[in-house]
């Protein structure tokens, strides 16, 4: 079992910057492949990025590849996602899961075990 705690969200102006932490209990974290999604309001959730359970793999949606960056430190049991050039189009509550099946899926359906979620509104 894993349990997912999301933090680092707030309001920022066009054009700033934020990171978002996903601080995760459970000795298996540093086995374990993770995603980023987020929901904004009306939309389904959408894939933003996912890093392999060593770090060394990443892959990003793209409306943000370019601008977000997505890591992890497994000593911590946390993964990171940093924010750059944020636009008002970004604003949505942001969740990290765990990816349960399908290694290399970008699908929700194969993530769980999914935090409360983080809201980041990025203002015009």
């Known amino acids: 079992q894993v349990q997912l705690v999301e933090s680092g969200g707030g309001l920022v102006q066009d054009g700033g910057s934020l990171r978002l932490s996903c601080a995760a209990s459970?000795?298996?974290?540093?086995?374990?492949?993770m995603g980023w999604f987020r929901q904004a309001p009306g939309k389904e959730r959408e894939f933003v990025a996912r890093?392999?359970?060593?770090?060394?793999?990443?892959y990003y949606g793209d409306s943000v590849k370019g601008r977000f960056t997505i890591s992890r430190d497994n000593a911590k049991n946390t993964v990171y996602l940093q924010m750059n050039s944020l636009k008002p189009e970004d604003t949505a509550v942001y969740y990290c899961?765990?990816?349960?099946?399908?290694?290399?899926?970008?699908?929700?359906?194969?993530?769980?075990?999914w935090g409360q979620g983080t809201q980041v509104t990025v203002s015009s």
């Open positions: 890093i392999s359970w060593s770090g060394g793999s990443t």
């Open positions: 899961a765990v990816q349960t099946a399908h290694f290399m899926s970008i699908l929700s359906s194969d993530f769980g075990f």
């Open positions: 459970g000795r298996t974290f540093r086995s374990l492949a």
